[in-house]
C-alpha cells in the first residue's frame, strides 16, 4: 500500500506541475496581449506633437491662420475693416502637402473685435470647428479640431501678438512606427500668453498644458498629462511624466 501511494503521488505531481506551468504561459501571454495595445507615452508624445505641428494642421497652423485673418481685417491698425462686437463666420479650408505631411481639412471659422469705450481694438476673438485627416511619417488621423483663442496685443507698432485659449483634436490616431498600435483620443491644450510674431505669424513663445485621454483598440483606457514650452525658432518641448520630447513646429 505504501508503495502504491508513492506511486500515484509521483504521478501526480508532474501533472499539476504542468497544468501550473500552461496557466502561466496564458497568463503572461494574456499580460503581453494588454501590454500590446496599451497606448505608451511615446506614441502619445507622437500624437500630441502632431495636434501642435504645423504639418498635422495643428495649433502652429490655428494661431498662423488666427493672426492672418487679423491681419487682413486690419486689426492690428488704428482703422480696424470690421466693425466692434459685430461676429462673422465664414467657411474656412485648410489643405497642405509635403514630401512626409499631408492634411486636408474643411469647416467654419468665426471671430469677433472687442473695443474698448474710446473705439479702440482690444481683444481678437477667434473660433474654429474643422474635420479632416492628416499624415505624417510617424502618424495617421481622421479627427475634428476646434479652437477658442483671444489675441491681444493689438496696438499698431507692438510685434507680437499674444493667444490665449483652448485647442482641442477629438478623433481616431494610427501610429505608424513600434507596435503600429490604432486608438480613438481626445487631446486637449490650454494656450498661456502664447507669443506670436505678426509678421512672421510664427509661434515664439509661451507656454501651455495638455491633456490626452482615450481608449485603445481593446477597449482599455489611457491618459496622460504634460507642459509645452514654445521656445521660439520653429520648436517647443514636451514635457511628460519628466521625460521630455522635442517639437519642431
Known amino acids: 500500500m505504501f508503495t502504491l501511494h508513492t506511486?500515484?503521488?509521483?504521478?501526480?505531481?508532474?501533472?499539476?506541475?504542468?497544468?501550473?506551468?500552461?496557466?502561466?504561459?496564458?497568463?503572461?501571454?494574456?499580460?503581453?496581449?494588454?501590454?500590446l495595445e496599451t497606448v505608451t507615452e511615446a506614441e502619445a508624445a507622437d500624437a500630441i506633437e502632431a495636434a501642435v505641428t504645423t504639418d498635422s494642421n495643428?495649433?502652429?497652423?490655428?494661431?498662423?491662420?488666427a493672426t492672418a485673418v487679423a491681419e487682413d481685417e486690419a486689426v492690428y491698425t488704428n482703422s480696424p475693416l470690421i466693425n466692434c462686437g459685430q461676429l462673422y463666420t465664414e467657411n474656412h479650408n485648410a489643405t497642405g502637402a509635403g514630401v512626409t505631411y499631408s492634411y486636408d481639412y474643411s469647416g467654419t471659422h468665426t471671430y469677433q473685435l472687442t473695443c474698448s469705450a474710446?473705439?479702440?481694438?482690444?481683444s481678437f476673438a477667434y473660433t474654429y470647428d474643422m474635420d479632416g485627416t492628416y499624415e505624417t511619417a510617424r502618424m495617421y488621423s481622421d479627427?475634428?479640431?476646434?479652437?477658442?483663442?483671444?489675441i491681444t496685443g493689438l496696438a499698431a507698432g507692438i510685434p507680437d501678438a499674444l493667444i490665449n485659449g483652448s485647442y482641442v483634436r477629438n478623433g481616431?490616431?494610427?501610429?505608424?512606427?513600434r507596435q503600429m498600435r490604432h486608438f480613438n483620443s481626445l487631446i486637449t491644450i490650454n494656450l498661456d500668453d502664447v507669443v506670436v510674431n505678426k509678421t512672421s505669424r510664427q509661434i515664439t513663445g509661451g507656454?501651455?498644458?495638455?491633456?490626452?485621454?482615450?481608449?485603445?483598440?481593446?477597449?482599455?483606457?489611457?491618459?496622460?498629462?504634460?507642459?509645452?514650452?514654445?521656445?521660439?525658432?520653429?520648436?517647443?518641448?514636451l514635457v511628460i511624466n519628466g521625460t521630455t520630447y522635442n517639437i519642431n513646429l
Open 207 to 237: 507656454t501651455a498644458s495638455v491633456s490626452m485621454t482615450g481608449t485603445g483598440s481593446a477597449g482599455n483606457t489611457f491618459s496622460y498629462n504634460g507642459t509645452i514650452t514654445f521656445n521660439g525658432n520653429q520648436s517647443a518641448t
Open 143 to 150: 479627427d475634428n479640431a476646434t479652437a477658442n483663442v483671444a
Open 7 to 35: 506511486l500515484k503521488l509521483k504521478a501526480v505531481m508532474p501533472l499539476a506541475g504542468a497544468l501550473l506551468m500552461a496557466a502561466s504561459v496564458i497568463s503572461c501571454r494574456d499580460d503581453d496581449n494588454t501590454d
Open 172 to 177: 481616431y490616431q494610427e501610429s505608424k512606427v
Open 118 to 122: 474710446q473705439g479702440f481694438a482690444e
Open 58 to 65: 495643428g495649433v502652429a497652423q490655428m494661431a498662423a491662420g
